[in-house]
C-alpha cells in the first residue's frame, strides 16, 4: 500500500517507467560561499556543497553521466535517465555558462530529464527564460533550498534570504510552467512540531508541486559540527522523525508530490544521527507509523 503520492509514482504515471536521478557537479558555488552574500555557506552544508554523492566537477558533464550512469546501472537495471544538478548553487552563473552546461546534458542521449538545485535568489528572468527554452525540448523541474519559513531559524542557519524571497521565486517559475520542489530540514536546533509543519504549510501555500523531506545531518567540518561539538543540542530519534514525517504529510495536499521522506549522508563525514545510514530500516519505520495510525497523505490537509 502507497501511504504518499512519491517521487516514483509521479515518474510512472509521467514518463511510462522509472527514472533514475544521475548526480552531476556543473563547477558551480554560491553567493553564500563566495562572499557576496557570506563566505561561510549554509552552517549544514559540506564541502561538496550538498553534492557528496555528485559526478566529479574534474570532468566532463558527459563524463559525469556515463560514470553515474554506470554505478546506478547496479541498483537500477532499466529506466530513463535525469541530468541532476545538485552540488552547489546551479543557476549560479552567467546565462550564456548556464545555457552552455545545461545544453550540454540535455543533449546527451541518454538524458531524457533535467532537475536543477539552485536557490530562490539566484533565479532571474533570464534564467527563467532559459528554463522555458529548454523545457520545449525536454522535462524541466527546479529544487529550491527552503529548509524553513522561521525567520529566526533561517537567520541562525545563514540561508541569507528571506520567506519573501522563496514566495516570489516560486510564482515565476509557476507563471512559467516549471516544476518546483522545496527541500525541507528536519529536526533543525530549536525547531519543534508546529515550526516544521508552518514550514510545510507556507511551501505548499507558496505554490510548489513537490516536497522533499530530510533529517538534519551533522556533517564534519561544518559551521554546524563545530557548534554541536562545542554545546550539542538535541538531536531527534529514529522514532520521533518517524512520527515527525507522517504527521507532515498528513498535512500535504494529495495532489503534490513527496520525492523525499529520507536522505544520505556521507558515513565517513556523518557525525549524527547516525541511524539515518541505515535508509531501509528508516523508510520501513516510517510505513509502519503510518500504518499503525491507519492515515495517508493528505488527511489533514
Given at each position: ?13 509521467t ?12 563547477g ?20 561538496r556543497?550538498?553534492?557528496d ?42 546565462i550564456?555558462k ?26 532571474y ?36 534570504y528571506?520567506?519573501s ?47 522533499k523531506?530530510?533529517m ?23 522514532s ?62
Amino acid at each position: 500500500m502507497s501511504y504518499y503520492y512519491s517521487a516514483n509514482d509521479f515518474y510512472r504515471k509521467t514518463f511510462g517507467k522509472k527514472v533514475i536521478k544521475l548526480a552531476l557537479d556543473g563547477g558551480f558555488t554560491c553567493p553564500n560561499r563566495d562572499g557576496t552574500l557570506s563566505k561561510d555557506g549554509c552552517i549544514f552544508c559540506s564541502s561538496r556543497g550538498s553534492g557528496d554523492f555528485a559526478g566529479n566537477r574534474l570532468f566532463s558533464i558527459d563524463e559525469q553521466i556515463e560514470y553515474m550512469k554506470q554505478k546506478m546501472s547496479k541498483k537500477w537495471k532499466d529506466g530513463i535517465y535525469m541530468a541532476y544538478f545538485q552540488a552547489f548553487t546551479n543557476t549560479y552563473a552567467p546565462i550564456k555558462k548556464l545555457e552552455e552546461i545545461f545544453t550540454k546534458a540535455c543533449s546527451n542521449k541518454d538524458i531524457k530529464a533535467l532537475c536543477i538545485a539552485t536557490r530562490p535568489d539566484c533565479i532571474y528572468d533570464e534564467t527563467i527564460e532559459l528554463l522555458k527554452k529548454l523545457s520545449e525540448k525536454i522535462y524541466v523541474c527546479i529544487e529550491l533550498g527552503l529548509q524553513t519559513s522561521n525567520e529566526k531559524t533561517a537567520y541562525f542557519i545563514n540561508r541569507q534570504y528571506d520567506n519573501s524571497v522563496f514566495k516570489k521565486c516560486v510564482k515565476k517559475l509557476n507563471e512559467a510552467k516549471i516544476p518546483v520542489t522545496s527541500h525541507i530540514i528536519i529536526g533543525l536546533p530549536n525547531e519543534n512540531i508546529n515550526d516544521m509543519a508552518n514550514t510545510l504549510k507556507f511551501a505548499v501555500k507558496c505554490g510548489v508541486s513537490g516536497i522533499k523531506l530530510q533529517m538534519l545531518h551533522i556533517i564534519k567540518e561544518t559551521p554546524l559540527s563545530e557548534i554541536y561539538n562545542k554545546n550539542p543540542f538535541k538531536i531527534l530519534s529514529l522514532s520521533e522523525y518517524a512520527e515527525i514525517i507522517v504527521h507532515l504529510i498528513e498535512l500535504t495536499p494529495s495532489d503534490i508530490v513527496i520525492h523525499r521522506i529520507t536522505g544520505d549522508g556521507p558515513k565517513h563525514l556523518l557525525i549524527a544521527p547516525l541511524w539515518t545510514l541505515n535508509k531501509k530500516n528508516v523508510l520501513n519505520t516510517i510505513n509502519r507509523t503510518f500504518k499503525e495510525k491507519n492515515t495517508f497523505q493528505g488527511r489533514l490537509a
